[in-house]
């Protein structure tokens, strides 16, 4: 079974508005992962957060983790159409074993 | 950045026949790659663990003798489909997880479809 849940599972929203996507997870986790998959393709790191981080930023994306309820959230600011893609959460536990959510297709439109 | 190559990206084949596919590391070595499979419009599904020079790890429900893995390297892992059948059909994809930084790096998938 999957460890990740994401809502919503689709998303469709204006150029210049933000995004929101959650993730929540159920067991014990090393970090949290977020990846981004254009349709037919593979998978893109988009940013990793540890479990002892709260919150993390790289550019237009910021993450939140809370372990406490086992959740996390990727915020994309100022959307664009080419962020138009599928977006996975993905939990490492032990020996790297990564367990992907079932992802959110954003739209964005232009 | 690191890169992982996937061959072929694109496979048909015939039911019956099977199918290799590779998994390399360009740039680092993997002592751990792994092995996903993603049915269309859905998430990743990890099949197998693959560490070099020992047996595969397989994941509940998956069969080692249908999806025969070997990581004889450090920057090689292959996947054997044998005897694929129509249900098979499905868009594969690698990661390969650095050595030194712990970080994983996925491929850019292989889309098998069986007639």
């Known amino acids: 079974s999957q460890q990740g849940e994401e809502d919503p599972q689709a998303l469709s929203i204006q150029e210049g508005e933000n995004a929101t996507m959650n993730c929540s997870y159920k067991?014990?986790?090393?970090?949290l992962q977020w990846y981004r998959q254009n349709s037919g393709r593979g998978l893109v790191h988009l940013i990793l957060i540890r479990s002892n981080e709260r919150e993390k930023h790289s550019g237009r994306l910021r993450v939140t983790l809370d372990t406490s309820k086992k959740s996390s959230s990727l915020l994309i600011t100022a959307s664009r159409a080419a962020d138009t893609a599928s977006y996975f959460c993905?939990?490492?536990?032990?020996?790297?074993?990564?367990?992907f959510g079932e992802g959110t297709q954003l739209t964005v439109n232009p | 950045g690191a890169v992982v190559s996937q061959h072929p990206s694109r496979v048909i084949c015939k039911s019956g026949t099977s199918v290799k596919i590779e998994c390399r590391s360009l740039?680092?070595?993997?002592?751990?790659m792994f092995w996903y499979r993603q049915f269309p419009k859905q998430s990743l599904m990890l099949m197998a663990t693959?560490?070099?020079?020992?047996?595969?790890?397989?994941e509940q429900g998956v069969e080692k003798d249908k999806f025969l893995i070997n990581h004889a390297s450090l920057t090689l892992s292959t996947l054997t489909v044998t005897s694929a059948h129509p249900e098979d059909s499905s868009f594969y994809i690698c990661s390969a997880s650095d050595r030194n930084t712990d970080t994983q790096y996925f491929g850019p998938g292989t889309r098998l479809t069986v007639l």
């Open positions: 993905a939990t490492e536990t032990s020996g790297s074993r990564l367990t």
């Open positions: 067991t014990s986790i090393n970090n």
């Open positions: 740039d680092f070595q993997a002592t751990t």
């Open positions: 693959s560490n070099e020079g020992s047996k595969a790890t397989y």
